[in-house]
């Protein structure tokens, strides 16, 4: 089974930043992809950043240039280093790793990031 663990969620005031971690208990390199995604109260989970199969990084248009993820294969974590907090941010933010040859999907049980303004 496998693990996914956030951290280094919080309260900040907009204009801060806040780094999350994602710790998997296994290899993730055995992942075709891994990113985050939020959900905010009332509102649908949406994509964040992510890893893709090829390798490649995709994001959403409302962080561009102030959310950057990466990942460190030799510590099993991937990272979104979150710049210019917006009070829109706030909301869960959850960590996903997909393997394709088994068509799964693992959820961590995600972080909350407030941004008050």
């Known amino acids: 089974q496998v693990q996914l663990v956030e951290s280094g969620g919080g309260l900040v005031q907009a204009g801060g930043s806040l780094r999350l971690s994602c710790a998997a208990s296994?290899?993730?390199?055995?992942?075709?992809?891994m990113g985050w995604y939020r959900q905010a109260p009332g509102k649908q989970r949406e994509l964040v950043a992510r890893f893709t199969s090829g390798g490649t990084t995709i994001s959403a248009d409302s962080v561009k240039g102030r959310f950057a993820i990466s990942r460190d294969n030799a510590k099993n974590t991937l990272y979104l280093q979150m710049n210019s907090l917006k009070p829109e941010d706030t909301a869960v933010y959850l960590c996903?790793?997909?393997?394709?040859?088994?068509?799964?999907?693992?959820w961590g049980q995600g972080t909350q990031v407030t941004v008050s303004s």
């Open positions: 996903n790793a997909a393997e394709l040859w088994s068509a799964k999907n693992y």
């Open positions: 296994r290899s993730i390199f055995s992942f075709n992809a």
